[in-house]
Nanobody, 127 residues
Framework: QAQLVESGGGLAQAGGSLRLSCSAYGLSNSMWTMGWFRQASGKEREFVAA????????EYADSVKGRFTISRDNAANTVSLQMNDLKPEDTAVYYC????????????????????WGQGTQVTVSS
């Protein structure tokens, strides 16, 4: 069964760091842009970051620019999100996702642009 599985979430203090990983099972992601989204309690799911298939291009939400870094290892079929200088407002469930097309066709921030999702991992940042 094809699935994405996130790991690495947990509790961190403000100013701290966490690293999330996303592993793919039953599907190869090397030809697709991969991304991370998050959803805070009571809020809509929002775009965090994306990385193109070669890793040469990345895009970030303004709220995480300069603090988060997305990367990928196509040989290992994994995508990571390094989160530094965490803030309480980063508290959310973080989801890994695969873009629905092998070429850019819809905005990354649109959740409809992504057709494979992980189950999510909780990140909680205390002040």
């Amino acid at each position: 069964q094809a699935q994405l599985v996130e790991s690495g979430g947990g509790l961190a203090q403000a100013g701290g760091s966490l690293r999330l990983s996303c592993s793919a099972y039953g599907l190869s992601n090397s030809m697709w842009t991969m991304g991370w989204f998050r959803q805070a309690s009571g809020k809509e799911r929002e775009f965090v970051a994306a990385i193109t298939r070669s890793g040469s291009n990345t895009e970030y939400a303004d709220s995480v620019k300069g603090r988060f870094t997305i990367s990928r290892d196509n040989a290992a079929n994994t995508v990571s999100l390094q989160m530094n200088d965490l803030k309480p407002e980063d508290t959310a469930v973080y989801y890994c996702a695969r873009y629905s097309s092998t070429y850019y066709s819809r905005p990354y921030y649109d959740t409809r642009s992504w057709n494979y999702w992980g189950q999510g991992t909780q990140v909680t940042v205390s002040s």
